[in-house]
C-alpha cells in the first residue's frame, strides 16, 4: 500500500515560484507512473503534470506547459512540481497521485488509472 504525503504548498505572488513535494509512505513508487492534478474553486479536478516510472518522459497540461516541471527521485520515494511563472489562475488545491502499476503509457493522463492519491496542498497565487 502506498500513502502519499504533499507539501510545499502555500501562497506566492504572480511571476513568482513554489516547488510541491509528493513522499510516498509505507511503500515504493518506482514501479508506477506519478501525476500531479489539481481543483480550483469551483472548477472540475484537472490533469497538471505526469511522469513515467524511470522518468524517461514528461506529459504536462497546456496550461502549464513551459511553466511546470513535473521530477522524481525513485530512491528517495518523492516526485516533485516545480512551478515557475506562477499565475492567479494556478490557484487550487494540488494533489499528487500514483498509478497502478499495469497503466500504460497511453493512459498516463487519466484519473481513472491513479489508485492512491494524496490529501492535497493548497497553492494560492495572489498579490
Known amino acids: 500500500q502506498v500513502q502519499l504525503a504533499e507539501s510545499g504548498g502555500g501562497l506566492a505572488q504572480p511571476g513568482g515560484s513554489l516547488r510541491l513535494s509528493c513522499v510516498a509512505l509505507?511503500?515504493?513508487?518506482?514501479?508506477?507512473?506519478m501525476a500531479w492534478f489539481r481543483q480550483a474553486p469551483g472548477k472540475e479536478r484537472e490533469f497538471v503534470a505526469s511522469?513515467?516510472?524511470?522518468?524517461?518522459?514528461?506529459h504536462y497540461a497546456a496550461s502549464v506547459k513551459d511553466r511546470f516541471t513535473i521530477s522524481r527521485e525513485n530512491g528517495k520515494k518523492t516526485v516533485y512540481l516545480q512551478m515557475n511563472s506562477l499565475k492567479p489562475e494556478d490557484t487550487a488545491v494540488y494533489y499528487c497521485?500514483?498509478?497502478?502499476?499495469?497503466?500504460?503509457?497511453?493512459?498516463?493522463?487519466?484519473?481513472?488509472?491513479?489508485?492512491?492519491w494524496g490529501q492535497g496542498a493548497q497553492v494560492t497565487v495572489s498579490s
Open positions: 497521485a500514483a498509478a497502478k502499476e499495469s497503466t500504460i503509457l497511453s493512459q498516463i493522463r487519466e484519473q481513472s488509472e491513479y489508485i492512491y
Open positions: 511522469i513515467t516510472r524511470t522518468s524517461s518522459g514528461s
Open positions: 509505507g511503500g515504493t513508487i518506482n514501479r508506477r507512473h
